[in-house]
């Protein structure tokens, strides 16, 4: 074992060498060294993002020293920029960081294709006026630089806007991508195991087995697959060749099972058994992958598409192509069973052409497709790897794609009906979202937030005025918003608390990690953190 994979063991376990890449190719940008900035930042540095660049106008102040780990007495009147970046750059010394001492806007005002360079961009207690316009730069923004994951032939793609905010026991965060795909989802189980449809070697391999040997070792050891086999064809013989549909017909079929067993030790049986629901399934499309095969993306193949609708494209036709029955490309996974090794091993190698064998064949069948459409599409050959097509197909029953709403579409265009049944749940945490809202009206009217600089009381009734303007606006009721959590905002100040900082700093990490590595499901799109009551909830805006 090398160092790297030494030093990065365990993470290396969720997400392969396939994800780290990813991760050590990203460049994050952080506004404002922020307690939650710097904490987002720390659980990227750790597990080795590639760069990232601390960007802040800001001096050390003794506000900051109180609330972030990263800043300490010695830092005092200092750039907050740089004492953060140092102490950042401490944990992980693969980590290349940078810091820029100046205000995001100016530097956007002097060169606006700064953003391009970076894979994801972090705001942090930014104004609403600074969050909208870097998140409207992200939405539309293109880079020239491949940075690895699923992207165009030319390296174009949009870059990821996360806008966090801690304002004393309340965190949100909201994620803002035009379209985020993945393709490792992570399901509980990839096994595919077609048992009601079984392909010609599947067949021969369950008549490999002898299920009137004598000996009982080698009849305990028959693997549970070879069994439904067996027994689901005897089924079809004797019904018209349908599968059992019904629970009784399925209880049936259990029962034919169990009276070929020979003693309450064979284990191999219990596991057709318990399989029975689950292989009668019938193996379809999911309803998730027509509906993208059915996505203009999908249809409409341009020179611009990204790599992931080309294999898309190719799966589908795969799928409609002959030879393939209509069926995905089979993930060539099969879950652990009781047997011998070595009719475990040849039920996965070539010996007798099954599972693993049938997967590359499927494999090879969606190369073939993926290779003339990129001719077609004027690209050049072998431009998707290998590798890439084999995740592809081997997850095809899985994918993912989120369309993210914009900061503009959720402030213009908000979901009324939605918001209303949000609000009109006593438990919810949604009210902290209107609060937060809120106060950026707040700071549109007073150029600062409520608590700030006055008597907290003093704010309540105009905090809570522009809640009241705001819950008008998205179709609420005017008392849908506790005036008491209007007294908690204005009491915090929009100061920081270190432990909810760090929460949030968790929390927020391990949906950037999701996006950047295109694996596991992010959330959509905005998460609210309740610290009185430690409750959470994630709302689709």
Known sequence: MDAKTQKYDRQLRLWGNTGQNALEAAHILLVNATAVGCEILKNLVLPGIGQFTVVDAGQVTLSDIGSNFFLDSDSLGQSRAQKAHEHLQELNEDVKGHWVAKDIASILDENPGYLAQFSLVIATNVTRQTAEKLAALCWNNGRDEKEGGYQSPAGKKETTFVWVKTVGLVGSARLAVPEHVIVETHPDSIADLRIDSPFPELVDYGKWF???????????????????????????????????????????????????MRSPDDENFEEAINSVLRTCQPTVVPSSIKELFNDPKCENLTAESTNFWILARSTRDFVNGQGSSGFLPLSGTIPDMKAQSDSYVALQTMQVNTYKTKAKMDVQDVSRIVESWLEKLGLAAGLIPLQEIESFCKYSAFLKV??????????????????????????????????????????????????????????????????????????????????????????????????????????????????????????NNTFIFDGTRSVSAVFAL
């Open 210 to 260: 002898n299920f009137e040997t004598e000996d009982g070792l080698e009849f305990g050891h028959i693997p549970y697959v070879a069994i439904l086999l067996k027994y689901i064809e005897e089924w079809k013989q004797q019904n018209d060749g349908k599968m059992p549909s019904t629970y009784a017909e399925k209880n049936q079929l259990k029962a034919n099972i169990r009276a070929g």
């Open 402 to 523: 989120i369309r993210y709403r914009s900061l503009q579409e959720e402030y213009q265009n908000p979901n009324t009906l939605q918001i209303a049944s949000w609000l009109s749940d006593p438990d919810s945490v949604f009210p902290y979202y209107v609060l937060l809202r809120a106060s950026d009206s707040f700071y549109d009217d007073h150029g600062r937030y409520p608590g700030v600089g006055e008597s907290w009381k003093e704010d309540v009734d105009h905090l809570h005025t522009n809640v009241t303007t705001l819950l008008q606006s998205l179709g609420a009721e005017n008392d849908a918003v506790s005036k008491d959590l209007t007294h908690e905002i204005c009491r915090y100040g929009n100061e920081a608390v270190h432990n909810i900082a760090s929460f949030m700093g968790g929390v927020v990490s391990q949906e950037i990690i999701k996006l950047i590595t295109h694996q596991y499901i992010p959330m």
